[in-house]
């Protein structure tokens, strides 16, 4: 992690070069409107690191997608955020961290001896797991016994929150 140039603090020097070197492309209009009307360049660029590093931990899919140019789903003002991600994907010439997440994975389910954790696992108090880190524990899984003690609200609570739903959502 200390050497990953994808970190959002190692990140952004190289992002901050590339939003540099297309400024006066139109795909990246948007953003230089805003860095114009603002005070805080470098603070604009490192939010924009934080929401890769993000994105590749809550949406790893997304960000394989933006790999191979699929930004299905993205609203037509906000294309250049894949477009930014390609041009410093390509800057770095190293893959993101979800383009090495299944072969990472893969390789903890054909080598458990990688992790040096014990045969049980127990995480406790989770109230949600992002997609990357999940399909992480899944290749641990693998060959090792994994718990996962998430909280649950209680059945009072349940009922509260069945009430509120429409019938479409709840049926009868």
Not at 4 to 19: F, I, K, N, S
Not at 140 to 166: C, F, G, Y
Request: glycine share 6%; with cysteine; charged share 25%.
């Amino acid at each position: 992690p200390d050497e990953d140039p994808w970190g959002p603090g190692r990140a952004l020097w190289p992002l901050l070069e590339v939003v540099d070197e297309h400024h006066d492309e139109p795909w990246l209009g948007a953003l230089h409107a805003h860095l114009e009307r603002s005070r805080g360049r470098l603070g604009a660029v490192r939010h924009i690191a934080g929401l890769f590093d993000r994105y590749a931990l809550h949406r790893p899919e997304m960000l394989a997608g933006w790999a191979v140019g699929d930004d299905a789903g993205l609203p037509e003002d906000a294309r250049w955020q894949a477009e930014l991600w390609r041009r410093l994907r390509a800057h770095l010439e190293v893959p993101s961290p979800p383009e090495r997440l299944a072969a990472g994975c893969e390789r903890l389910r054909d080598e458990p001896e990688l992790a040096d954790l014990p045969d049980r696992l127990a995480i406790v108090g989770l109230t949600r797991l992002p997609a990357g880190r999940l399909q992480v524990l899944s290749a641990i899984a693998a060959h090792r016994d994994v718990h996962l003690h998430l909280l649950h609200p209680s059945p009072a609570l349940w009922d509260k929150i069945a009430a509120t739903l429409d019938d479409s959502v709840n049926p009868p």
